[in-house]
């Protein structure tokens, strides 16, 4: 019985999803854990084209064009309701490309159930807002009548009062 080498250990216990792709985009490689974020199993998409399981392959072709990484590159896998961050890099020995999948799906939900959160913040307030305008105006109309009302009522009392002093 043979033990595993350290980086077998590293590949199967990654919780990133990792892939290799050959010179023709033919899926040669993946860990568990990308197996597990995309809810295949290997059979099912090794020796498969790359396109079957993403449908942007741009990153891949542009790090096997110009030869270099990119990092940091995030993207939402819909149909697999998968949000990643990704690396990808060249193998240049070996004529692949791979790619670091990190999995930021449950990050990316709480992001977006805050924003809802945020949204009904503000749907809330502008209703307080809006309502406390309305009382406002409302008082203010009270207040107006009132005042009004006492303005004519006390210029008949002064008018009355003037009559019978100047009489």
Not at 29 to 55: Q, R, W
Not at 70 to 83: L, P, Q
Not at 122 to 149: C, F, P, W
Request: charged share 30%; net charge negative.
């Amino acid at each position: 019985m043979t033990h595993p080498s350290l980086w077998e250990l590293l590949w199967d216990f990654d919780p990133n999803g990792l892939i290799v792709v050959d010179e023709q985009n033919i899926i040669r490689v993946v860990n568990p854990a990308l197996c597990e974020m995309f809810k295949v199993s290997k059979e099912e998409i090794l020796g498969k084209a790359l396109g079957t399981l993403f449908d942007d392959l741009s990153s891949i072709e542009q790090v096997r064009r110009e030869g270099v990484s990119i990092k940091g590159r995030e993207r939402n896998f819909e149909k697999y309701g998968v949000y990643a961050r990704s690396v990808v890099f060249p193998v240049e020995s070996e004529n692949l490309v791979a790619a670091i999948l990190v999995d930021m799906t449950s990050e990316q939900q709480r992001k977006e159930e805050m924003n809802a959160m945020k949204q009904e913040a503000l749907h809330y307030v502008d209703r307080v807002i809006n309502k406390q305008m309305g009382i406002a105006q409302e008082i203010a109309s009270l207040l107006g009548e009132t005042t009004a009302e006492a303005k004519v009522s006390l210029l008949k009392i002064r008018d009355l009062l003037n009559e019978e002093i100047h009489e």
